[in-house]
T-cell receptor
């Protein structure tokens, strides 16, 4: 079945550095969703992507829908301490009703 | 605007006791509703989803069940909890005919002792 993989699994960066993470699948996705989860809270939607090659920004965050439709990338520029959390990619399975999630990338920012 | 409510926020239950977690959505009609479980702060596992009243699809065989008695109400239940049922449970919704954006509740941390 469809599965999503994310890398890296975890990151430790200095405040002010840029961050890059990605999400890959063995199957084509028509939509990519990126979420951030703070400890003990529900994930919050950051960016949604709908077209191959699409590049979308949300403040310091930029996400891209890969041309092959099997991957997506999330970049965070000039990281700050509040960027700490787990970042998930997600997308609907072929049946349209189900939305599956990658295992997440844990981000730690060192002040 | 749409809001999703999930309660309780935390729950400690003994093994073998029943469970009922409730989720309601406001400000929308005919939403798709979802229950996810998250273990150890990583990875969201889809447990159940519903496209309408009384329509429940189960993703994995387990000790849990779900029901949708009303359009905007989704309930997660168990008759007898197991230790392995501990985890962070998240309810989510999205528009049935809209895009695939999924919106989450604040979660319930369940500890089975």
């Amino acid at each position: 079945g469809q599965q999503l993989n994310q890398s890296p699994q975890s990151m430790f960066i200095q405040e002010g550095e840029d961050v890059s993470m990605n999400c890959t699948s063995s199957s084509i996705f028509n939509t990519w969703l990126w979420y951030k989860q703070d400890p003990g809270e529900g994930p919050v939607l950051l960016i949604a992507l709908y077209k191959a090659g699409e590049l979308t920004s949300n403040g310091r965050l930029t996400a891209q829908f890969g041309i092959t439709r099997k991957d997506s990338f999330l970049n965070i520029s000039a990281s700050i301490p509040s960027d700490v959390g787990i970042y998930f990619c997600a997308g609907p399975k072929t049946s349209y009703d189900k939305v599956i999630f990658g295992p997440g990338t844990s981000l730690s920012v060192i002040p | 605007s749409q809001t999703i409510h999930q309660w309780p926020a935390t729950l400690v239950q003994p093994v073998g006791s029943p469970l009922s977690l409730e989720c309601t959505v406001e400000g929308t009609s005919n939403p798709n509703l979802y229950w996810y479980r998250q273990a150890a702060g990583r990875g969201l596992q889809l447990l159940f989803y519903s496209v309408g009243i009384g329509q429940i699809s189960s993703e994995v065989p387990q000790n849990l069940s779900a029901s949708r008695p009303q359009d905007r109400q989704f309930i997660l239940s168990s008759k007898k909890l197991l230790l392995s049922d501990s985890g962070f449970y998240l309810c989510a919704w999205r528009e049935m005919w809209g895009d695939e954006k999924l919106f989450f509740g604040s979660g319930t941390q369940l500890s089975v002792l």
